[in-house]
């Protein structure tokens, strides 16, 4: 089972921008899905990016145009680049690499 570390989150203004990593402890080279998913207290945890082994990539609909996912196998790493945010924006973020293990979450607040 992997364990995974979340960092980069935190508070920005409207229109700022953060980067959210995702480190692990073992390679993730072979793995099919990893993905960032995000929730609000009193809601579902939703997809807000995703990424396949063959690179193929997924983005929720609110995000697509300012959300940026990738992965670094060398530093068994998955990020999101977040431009442009949005109080809408504001959640914890979990990282998910599959198939079953996530991170701790992180705190992404946006606010003036």
């Known amino acids: 089972q992997l364990r995974l570390v979340e960092s980069g989150g935190g508070l920005v203004q409207p229109g700022g921008s953060l980067r959210l990593s995702c480190t692990a402890s073992g390679s993730i080279s072979n793995i099919f899905f990893m993905g960032w998913y995000r929730q609000v207290p009193g809601e579902q945890r939703e997809l807000v990016a995703g990424i396949t082994y063959g690179d193929k990539i997924t983005y929720g609909g609110s995000v697509k145009g300012r959300f940026t996912i990738s992965r670094d196998n060398a530093k068994k790493t998955l990020y999101l680049r977040m431009n442009n945010l949005k109080p809408e924006d504001t959640a914890v973020y979990f990282c998910?690499?599959?198939?079953?293990?996530w991170g701790q979450g992180t705190q992404v607040t946006v606010s003036s």
């Open positions: 998910h690499i599959g198939p079953s293990a």
